[in-house]
């Protein structure tokens, strides 16, 4: 088969430049493990609130034995429980929901944090917020007539407000 | 217009287009830096994720 010169030259450089980008991705996944979130851990919607974990009472923000901390959330239509949460700036943060109800997602307006919140299976991202400040956190798969509503609000402290509301029993 | 010889058509044609060339290095230029910005200057800054 006959390719044109120049048409092979820029079939090359558009494979380099292909190539370049995949490998500095490569690169960022493998030495610094930041890659799209990925969970596989099943749990039954339908029993959510009888769930030690996704419990009512057991929902929002907890500090684990080792220290990090942990965000448990439930989306359902038409909301995210809990719908205000105070987290603290530069502090990495597990982040699990799960759904009651249909399919969900959660992207976190100018952060990375963005997953699908599948029924049936609990999604989890780990991810820091570098910047101090008020986020919406928006419903990003359609659930259903109030989706356009569903939404909550991530508000990112000073670590020193952050213990300080810890210590107050503020979540 | 200039009117080109048969011998200056000829050689024009044989030789590499330096025009198409400078289009596409300048697209590859834009398209690189543009995307090393969206990396480096707007994901990275926004806290890691996995």
Not at chain 1, 15 to 34: T, V, W
Not at chain 1, 73 to 94: C, E, Q, S, W
Request: hydrophobic share 45%.
């Amino acid at each position: 088969m006959h390719i044109d010169g120049t048409e092979k030259k820029w079939v090359i450089l558009s494979f380099a430049m292909a190539f370049a980008m995949m490998g500095i991705l490569a690169a960022y996944a493998i030495n610094k493990n930041i890659h799209p979130p990925s969970n596989v851990e099943t749990i039954d919607s339908t029993t959510l609130h009888l769930s030690e974990e996704f419990n009512e009472d057991n929902i929002g923000i907890k500090r684990e034995a080792d220290g990090s901390l942990r965000v448990t959330m439930v989306a359902a239509r038409y909301g995210f429980f809990p719908h205000n949460l105070k987290i603290p700036v530069d502090t990495p943060i597990k982040f699990r929901l799960a759904s009651a109800d249909v399919l969900h997602g959660v992207h976190t307006a100018f952060t990375n944090m963005n997953t699908m919140v599948v029924p049936g299976y609990i999604s989890e991202v780990n991810t820091t917020f570098p910047k101090v400040g008020k986020f919406p956190m928006f419903c990003n798969e359609y659930c259903g007539l109030g989706h356009d509503y569903m939404w909550s609000q991530l508000n990112v402290v000073s670590k020193e407000d952050f213990e300080k509301s810890m210590k107050e029993g503020d979540k | 217009m200039v009117e080109l010889t048969p011998e200056e058509q000829e050689a024009a044609i044989a030789e590499a287009p330096k025009g198409t060339w400078a289009i596409l290095l300048v697209y590859a230029v834009f398209m690189v830096l543009g995307w090393l910005y969206m990396f480096y200057g707007y994901f990275l800054p926004h806290g890691p994720v996995n």
